[in-house]
């Protein structure tokens, strides 16, 4: 296995390219950022008629959003009485109804756009790690009950049948949710934006951003970019900007280990359902299928870093751990990725100048969140009115002890992964 070998790129059926940005212009909406959120927001007000330029400084999903485990989630990691604990009830009620359809959005703009993603809507399953895990999920179905979340439990024995290891004490099925290839969609949203109208250019870098008369002013490799409004897209990938606006955020690392497609008689007990899955653990790990039958499993960690040995070492074992049949199997391929988390792990959206919204925080939840935090974010940008927005805008946001934080969150997963899943 290499360092960094991305599956999604190795797989991906939605190749996008786009040239660099040059010359001087003007448009009615300049993005940065051509992730989920990007390249949905550009979508939108490209089909609304508006003039588009996205601009991204590496390639269309070459952040989070080609790094993500591909899980199309309804709702956030919060459970919901937490959410409007610390939103309040009108807000928080607005936005849990707001991601409760994200999986159904998502799902429809596939069909909508024929985006070749490996579309799979057969639900997800929270698995209970340990008892205690158990009764976090009662819990959170109890909760999500009450808000009209179709959810059921499972036992430990149904899991096991669902799933094809008996490592868990039950699980909760979500059949809002499903699983893509998230690479594959980001570039299709791309792909999509662009046939509607809108201009995207990749390798294309914003160094600068200021508010000029009337509008914006975005300097890109030499040139300059003027939009009346402007939507900043960049989440954990954030380059810099400028005084204009600076995200303020922890960055939290999660890695991903898969095998090459397992012969049949492996892989027809695993996951036959085609469901996504992560766990109850504070550590937080993840395992799924793709199309093509590799196992794929993911946890808390920098691959990439200092730590990455000891991540990919958790994976090999974590694997076998599961399905012992897989011992002897490999995992060919590596890849990391960052977070944009919130200490309240809400996902945030700045009004930072006029005519000019940044969305970011997703905490682990891009695909749902940020198709519906971008759509509706072009919507208002367009509009001039904030009333469809999912939460509402703020002026700024802070974060405090950012690298220790971070740095914690790493120690820590570094430490769990050391130690567990030893057989």
Same mark, same amino acid.
């Given at each position: 296995m290499t360092s960094e070998r991305n599956l999604w790129r190795a797989t991906s059926r939605e190749g996008f390219a786009a040239p660099v940005y040059s010359?001087?212009?003007?448009?009615?909406?300049?993005?940065?950022?051509?992730?989920?959120?990007? *390249?949905?927001?550009?979508?939108?007000?490209?089909?609304?008629?508006? *003039?588009?330029?996205?601009?991204?400084?590496?390639t269309v999903g070459h952040g989070g959003s080609?790094?993500?485990?591909?899980?199309?989630? &309804?709702?956030?990691?919060?459970?919901?009485?937490?959410? #409007? &604990?610390?939103?309040?009830?009108?807000?928080?009620?607005?936005?849990?109804? !707001?991601? !409760?359809?994200?999986?159904?959005?998502?799902?429809?703009?596939? &069909?909508?756009?024929?985006?070749?993603? =490996?579309?799979t809507r057969a639900g997800t399953l929270h698995l209970a790690h340990a008892p205690g895990g158990l009764a976090d999920l009662r819990e959170r179905l109890r909760q999500g009950l009450a808000h009209g979340a179709p959810l059921s439990l499972l036992t430990a024995e149904e899991t096991a049948e669902r799933t094809g290891s008996r490592a868990f004490h039950g699980a909760l099925f979500d059949p809002r949710a499903g699983t893509?290839?998230?690479?594959?969609?980001?570039?299709?949203?791309?792909?999509?934006?662009?046939?509607?109208?809108?201009?995207?250019? =990749?390798? *294309?870098?914003?160094?600068?951003?200021?508010? =000029?008369?009337?509008?914006?002013?975005?300097?890109?490799?030499?040139?300059?970019?003027?939009?009346?409004? %402007?939507?900043?897209?960049t989440n954990a990938y954030h380059l810099g900007l400028g005084p204009a606006f600076q995200p303020r955020f922890v960055p939290v690392h999660y890695c991903q280990y898969a095998t090459d497609p397992l012969p049949e008689s492996l892989r027809k007990d695993i996951l036959p359902g085609g469901e996504g899955c992560w766990d109850t653990a504070l550590v937080m790990s993840s395992v799924r299928m793709d199309r093509a039958g590799?196992?794929?499993?993911?946890?808390?960690?920098?691959?990439?870093g200092p730590g990455g040995a000891i991540h990919a070492d958790w994976a090999a074992r974590k694997m076998v751990a599961l399905y012992p049949a897989l011992l002897?199997?490999?995992?060919?391929?590596?890849?990391?990725?960052?977070?944009?988390? #919130?200490?309240?792990?809400?996902?945030?959206?700045?009004?930072?100048?006029?005519?000019?919204? !940044?969305?970011?925080?997703?905490?682990?939840?891009?695909?749902?969140?940020?198709?519906?935090?971008? #759509?509706?974010? !072009?919507?208002?940008?367009? *509009?001039? #009115?904030?009333?469809?927005?999912?939460?509402?805008? %703020?002026?700024?946001?802070?974060e405090a002890f950012v690298p220790a934080r971070a740095a914690w969150v790493e120690t820590g997963a570094c430490a769990t992964h050391a130690l567990a899943a030893r057989v």
């Amino acid at each position: 296995m290499t360092s960094e070998r991305n599956l999604w790129r190795a797989t991906s059926r939605e190749g996008f390219a786009a040239p660099v940005y040059s010359g001087d212009r003007s448009v009615d909406l300049a993005i940065i950022g051509a992730g989920f959120t990007g *390249s949905a927001a550009a979508l939108e007000a490209a089909r609304q008629g508006a *003039s588009v330029c996205l601009l991204e400084a590496e390639t269309v999903g070459h952040g989070g959003s080609g790094r993500n485990v591909g899980l199309v989630n &309804a709702g956030l990691w919060l459970p919901p009485d937490q959410v #409007t &604990a610390q939103m309040g009830e009108g807000p928080g009620r607005r936005l849990i109804a !707001a991601l !409760a359809e994200a999986p159904s959005r998502v799902f429809d703009l596939i &069909a909508r756009e024929g985006i070749d993603c =490996e579309a799979t809507r057969a639900g997800t399953l929270h698995l209970a790690h340990a008892p205690g895990g158990l009764a976090d999920l009662r819990e959170r179905l109890r909760q999500g009950l009450a808000h009209g979340a179709p959810l059921s439990l499972l036992t430990a024995e149904e899991t096991a049948e669902r799933t094809g290891s008996r490592a868990f004490h039950g699980a909760l099925f979500d059949p809002r949710a499903g699983t893509i290839q998230p690479l594959a969609y980001a570039q299709g949203l791309a792909r999509a934006a662009a046939r509607a109208g809108a201009k995207l250019h =990749e390798h *294309s870098r914003v160094s600068a951003l200021s508010r =000029e008369k009337g509008g914006w002013r975005l300097e890109v490799r030499g040139h300059v970019l003027r939009a009346t409004r %402007v939507l900043v897209a960049t989440n954990a990938y954030h380059l810099g900007l400028g005084p204009a606006f600076q995200p303020r955020f922890v960055p939290v690392h999660y890695c991903q280990y898969a095998t090459d497609p397992l012969p049949e008689s492996l892989r027809k007990d695993i996951l036959p359902g085609g469901e996504g899955c992560w766990d109850t653990a504070l550590v937080m790990s993840s395992v799924r299928m793709d199309r093509a039958g590799r196992l794929i499993i993911g946890g808390i960690g920098n691959g990439g870093g200092p730590g990455g040995a000891i991540h990919a070492d958790w994976a090999a074992r974590k694997m076998v751990a599961l399905y012992p049949a897989l011992l002897g199997q490999k995992l060919v391929h590596g890849w990391s990725g960052r977070i944009a988390m #919130t200490g309240d792990h809400i996902p945030k959206i700045l009004a930072f100048g006029p005519d000019a919204l !940044a969305c970011f925080g997703y905490s682990g939840r891009g695909i749902g969140p940020g198709t519906v935090f971008g #759509t509706e974010a !072009a919507r208002a940008l367009l *509009s001039g #009115t904030c009333t469809s927005l999912p939460v509402d805008p %703020v002026e700024a946001h802070e974060e405090a002890f950012v690298p220790a934080r971070a740095a914690w969150v790493e120690t820590g997963a570094c430490a769990t992964h050391a130690l567990a899943a030893r057989v």
